[in-house]
């Protein structure tokens, strides 16, 4: 499975729609400008900044609720009298991080005195709520699964104290070899055990052994009254739209650690994360009751 060319004639036209490579929306400090209309869709977006040494970046403001996220590097968040200062992380693969919520129709300027990545997962916004900063003692860390299902999730907005209008944002580390979001599982309906949520799928993957380039694979498939049909590989910078359907698994290829971050949104306003699983394979959940949380995990410090 080569990676010198990975937009071959073959690709299915879904796979071109949903998928979208490293470097394909990058502009100036952008290396990533998702927006809902690239998207296809009305709520969800995610952009990541490559700040450079000393160099501010203004991020104007608009109908858009999100957060300021560090990958790698910590920054300042200028929004009026208000500064804000973000301590970061060295990356993805040692840490969670501190960050800030930024509300609709606010203004901010970023600028990291060491450069860094940052990444503003964002949603359209339907009310307005305050400019916050969160520490890291706030992220909501745990395990998921067990045996080869095993991994870490780090909820940013979903489930913890920051309040948002339509966002929710958590990251999943998957160790090489492992399957994460699985089973499959889907939210494009609105009923009492499901919620209506586009979902942004941003990729990371750590170098193996001689910095060898790892890669992952994603499947989604049709739901009830929705057809798509993705099965792709996919390196790091690389990210998957998720407007419906199953999804799931992703798949780290052994010796390479995954890391994704999700962006969540949709039109209901209570903030919540719910979903249903494909019924032929929600049953593997209970195998988790006997097997062991694989021992990689977890792969960063977690809060109790």
């Excluded at 071109?16 to 929306?25: P, Q, T, W």
């Excluded at 990058?26 to 000393?54: F, I, K």
């Excluded at 599982?185 to 055990?193: F, L, Q, S």
């Excluded at 792709?232 to 359907?245: F, Q, W």
């Amino acid at each position: 499975m080569g990676h010198t060319d990975r937009t071959a004639p073959s690709e299915t036209s879904d796979q071109s729609r949903y998928v979208i490579r490293a470097g394909e929306l990058a502009h100036d400090s952008y290396e990533l400008d998702l927006t809902p209309e690239r998207a296809g869709w009305e709520w969800s977006s995610l952009r990541v900044v490559a700040l450079a040494p000393g160099k501010p970046l203004t991020v104007p403001g608009g109908e858009h609720e999100y957060l300021v996220l560090p990958l790698s590097g910590g920054c300042t968040v200028q929004a009026g009298s208000e500064r804000l200062e973000v301590a970061g992380r060295e990356s993805v693969f040692t840490d969670i991080t501190d960050y800030v919520y930024v509300p609709r129709h606010t203004e901010v300027t970023l600028i990291s005195a060491d450069g860094a990545r940052i990444a503003l997962p964002g949603s359209k916004a339907t009310t307005d709520k305050p400019l916050r900063y969160c520490p890291r003692s706030e992220v909501g860390t745990g395990l998921r699964g067990a045996g080869p299902s095993s991994r870490q999730v780090n909820n940013y907005a979903l489930g913890n104290d920051v309040e948002t209008s339509h966002l929710l944002a958590c990251e999943v580390l998957t160790p090489g070899g492992n399957w994460s979001s699985y089973p499959p599982h889907k939210h494009d309906e609105h009923t009492e055990v499901e919620r209506v949520l586009e979902e942004i799928y941003y990729y990371q993957v750590r170098a193996g052994e001689g910095d060898a380039e790892g890669f992952a694979l994603q499947r989604i498939y049709p739901s009830p009254g929705h057809d798509i049909d993705v099965c792709t590989e996919v390196r790091g910078g690389d990210v998957v739209v998720m407007p419906y359907g199953y999804h799931g698994p992703s798949v780290a290829a052994p010796g390479y650690d995954l890391y994704y971050l999700n962006v969540m949104a949709g039109p209901a306003e209570d903030s919540v994360w719910l979903m249903t699983d494909d019924p032929h394979h929600t049953w593997v959940r209970q195998t988790w009751e006997g097997q062991e949380v694989d021992p990689r995990l977890p792969m960063t410090p977690m809060n109790d």
